[in-house]
């Protein structure tokens, strides 16, 4: 999830109906996933020149346990959750403010 989107869901969710919040512990969020490669290429839309090189660490087999797909269908439903940004508008903004 790009951090904007994060911020966005904070802020949907304090200004949300109070009605509407079915759940009161917590809500799973989900938005884009990505490879390194499909970043990569997406970058390189905007900087030919790219190249990427990595090695995998310890903190692959973290990423590993984690489950394959996040369930928001609640938040979805129950506050109008949707990301804004995919992998396109993200890397657009991300190149643009790191300059």
């Keep these: 999830m ?3 989107d994060a911020v966005n869901a904070t802020i ?4 949300a109906e109070a009605a509407t919040i079915k759940t009161r512990t917590s809500y ?3 938005a884009i996933s990505f490879t390194p490669e499909e970043m990569a290429t997406e970058i390189k839309k905007h900087i030919p020149e790219f190249e990427i090189s ?3 660490d ?5 990423a590993d346990s984690w489950p394959q797909i996040i369930d928001d269908s609640k938040a979805r439903k129950d506050w109008s959750w949707n990301h804004e940004f ?5 890397t657009s ?3 643009k403010n790191l300059k």
Excluded at 58 to 62: K, L
Excluded at 86 to 90: A, E, G, N, Q, R
């Design 58 to 62: 310890f903190r692959q087999a973290i």
């Design 28 to 30: 799973n969020l989900a």
């Design 86 to 90: 995919d992998l396109s508008l993200m």
């Design 54 to 56: 990595y090695d995998t």
């Design 2 to 4: 790009y951090m904007q």
């Design 12 to 15: 949907q969710i304090m200004q």
């Design 93 to 95: 903004d991300m190149l």
